[in-house]
């Protein structure tokens, strides 16, 4: 009698996700609150680890969230600095330990670090940049600079995800009475890197990645001194964050830390103002999802006007002192 082989996928009844809680000075990343909610169209199994030298006060916040059935805790001094030497071997010993079907961190440095090095160690693919889940086994997923969407089933037993941010609303973090925790599972812990050093720049504007306001400029400012001048005034006139094209920086003119874009951070605030900006599709990438996207380019025939709601053809070093004096007043 011939042998009927039937190949099943996973359902939401038999789903159980572990999430990778990225964190810094005691604080929640709001991107991982994003994951949270992409995690949740998994199913309501969701499991969340929380690893660095003194994690608990994170983890107490954590386990607070809606959704979350229990979190892990990994307290060591190797995990305080993010480094994917050290991180990959835990999410792959949680796994094979704890058997999740499902690994899911933001599609941020943090997470784009860690996941496809985990991936490796348990011989799946990783996919990427997630924006929507249609089920446990389909994901979706933007490809060629955003210009074409993917819809990817996986046949992998074992789901590794990146999601993106700004594809999902965060998940709030209530004040009722936090689920257990537990110790996660031992991991080798390997002496490949060194952690030497940081240098962090601290401003008193809004943070890139989560301003409601953005403003962006680009290589037609002609140098660092006119970006500081121009757009961080202007910016500072409507309380935005400030960003910059990949020209713009390649040129030296701001720092690769606020580079919107493909190769930089996908931002999506309800106020994108871009300053010459000429509109390549890897900047399109990056703002795109933008609620109002509005112009400034003396190049009528600019891409970037192609998906503003607003556009103004006009010299920029004309037009943006003029506008940064009426936004003053």
Known sequence: RPLLVLRGYATSQDVSTLLLVEHKDKSIASSTLNAFTAASKLGNNITALVAGEDPGHVALEVSKINGVSKVLVAKDKAYEHGLAEVYAPLLASAQKQLKFTHLVASHSAFGKN????????????????????????????????????????????????????????????????????????????????????????????????????????????????????????????????????????????CDNAIQVGQTGKVVAPEFYLAVGISGAIQHIAGMKDSKVIAAINSDPDAPIFQISDYGLVADLFTAVPELTEKLKK
Request: proline content about 6%; aromatic content about 4%.
């Open 114 to 253: 860690i996941m496809p090095r985990a991936a490796a160690l348990l011989d799946v693919a990783q996919i990427s940049d997630v924006i929507d889940i249609e089920s446990p086994d389909i994901f979706v997923r933007p490809i060629y600079a955003g210009n074409a969407i993917a819809k990817v089933k996986s046949k992998d037993p074992i789901k590794v995800l990146t999601i993106r941010g700004t594809a999902f609303p965060p998940v709030p973090v209530g004040d009722q009475a936090g689920v257990s925790s537990e110790a996660a599972p031992e991991s080798e812990k390997l002496a490949l890197t060194e952690w030497v050093s940081e240098e962090l720049q601290k401003s008193d504007r809004p943070e890139l990645g989560t301003a409601t306001k953005v403003v962006s400029g680009g290589r037609a400012l002609k140098s660092r001194e006119n970006f500081d001048k121009l757009i961080f005034s202007l910016a500072d006139s409507i309380g935005a964050a400030v960003g910059g094209s990949r020209a713009a920086v390649d040129s030296g003119y």
